[in-house]
């Protein structure tokens, strides 16, 4: 007898994660590859992350603390919320699927821009959901067709800023406007994992409806700029009633020991960060010159990633840079996401780019 799985999670496609280093090096026999697809810290983790994680192996016989009260009060203390305002989450993933879970009954509506986060999308269509993918304008997200698209069955409307994976950004204006015309029975979901690379002097004060009491939620991790992609572990601020809702199926202990110290000694390393954010800058102003000059041009991007039009099938030249040992992300059509690495990474790219552009014309 076959398996019997409901059409929504049968019509979903496996998430596709970027090539991992090794594997690449093995079926290609290449001595050297660099890893520019998956939104990582070049510089690596916090020396003040990896200090504690040998502190805390003792100890990996013991659950962890269930309640995160160490962390969940530090981000309280620095985002000037209470810690009920808090909750962690197996990377900031973990809380998209916990609030479709919530929040979504069959043939419930959530809106959210085209050419963003896919996790969004995979969660509600697993939680039987109906994903409302609303155009895009420009690479921006549409707020005011997005706010038009909301019904009496909209739960849920997620915004990605910046945006996943073109870069962009919705100003604190756009988004003021589209608060404006969002009803109370939906939940908005700002999702800001690329929070500490913004450098727009307009980027919204998202926390600020949340303090006001409105029904959103504001997902930031230490995936990214913190450089701890690998312990999985981010955080939603959203109000004490919310959390209260999540935290009844939120899986017990799902932020682990070592993530919790890691990313409670992060938050406190600020010269991490901020050479984090120094080199991210420095390095996209140069990899968008050098694309330039080679004849694309990358969107405005707020990230630690540049999304470019490549003027042919993106997937060709995405495998042309693979067997040239630089890894990248295709997602469809003729655009390309690169990641801003190291000066010596971004530099092969750009040489890698180059040679590919060259064997085309």
């Known amino acids: 007898m076959p398996l019997k799985v409901h059409p929504d999670i049968a019509s979903l496609v496996p998430y596709v994660p970027g090539k991992p ?88 509506e959530a809106v959210m821009a085209e050419h963003t986060f896919v996790i969004y999308k995979m969660e509600v269509k697993a939680a039987h959901g ?53 009803p109370d029975h939906v939940v908005v979901v700002f999702d800001e994992a690329y929070y500490e690379y913004v450098r727009h002097p307009e980027f919204p004060e998202s926390l600020s409806y949340v303090n006001a009491g409105r029904n959103v939620i504001v997902l930031r991790t230490f995936s990214k700029i913190y450089g701890l992609a690998g312990l999985r ?27 919790q110290r890691a990313a409670l000694a992060a938050l406190d390393d600020e010269a991490h960060v901020g050479a984090s954010r120094a080199l991210n800058h420095a390095e996209m102003d140069k990899v968008r010159t050098g694309l330039l000059t080679l004849g694309f041009e990358a969107l405005p991007s707020e990230t630690n990633f540049l999304y470019f039009d490549v003027g042919r099938d993106g997937r060709e030249v995405f495998d042309a840079l693979l067997r040239k040992g630089i890894i990248v992300r295709h997602i469809d059509g003729r655009m390309l996401r690169v990641t801003i690495g190291l000066p010596e990474e971004n530099q092969l790219f750009l040489s890698a780019l180059a040679d590919v552009t060259r064997a085309a014309r």
């Open 233 to 259: 572990i981010g955080y939603g601020m959203t109000t004490p009633e919310i959390t209260n809702y999540l935290n009844r199926i939120r899986p017990p202990f799902n932020a682990n020991s070592m993530a």
């Open 130 to 182: 109906v994903a409302v993918e609303v155009p895009q304008k420009n690479w921006r997200h549409d707020l005011p067709a997005m706010a038009a698209a909301i019904t009496d069955k909209t739960r849920l409307l997620f915004v990605c800023n910046p945006n996943n994976p073109t870069g962009t950004m919705a100003t604190k204006a756009e988004v003021a406007a589209l608060m404006a015309r969002v």
């Open 21 to 108: 280093i090794e594997e690449l090096q093995r079926e290609l026999g290449l001595p050297r590859a660099i890893k520019l697809a998956s939104n990582e810290n070049p510089i690596g983790p916090s020396p003040k992350a990896l200090a504690v994680l040998g502190e805390t192996a003792p100890t990996l016989h013991r659950y962890p603390d269930g309640g995160a009260f160490r962390l969940r009060g530090a981000l309280a203390e620095r985002w000037k919320v209470t810690p009920d305002h808090v909750i962690l989450g197996n990377g900031s993933d973990e809380i998209l699927g916990l609030l479709a879970r919530t929040f979504l009954s069959p043939g419930d």
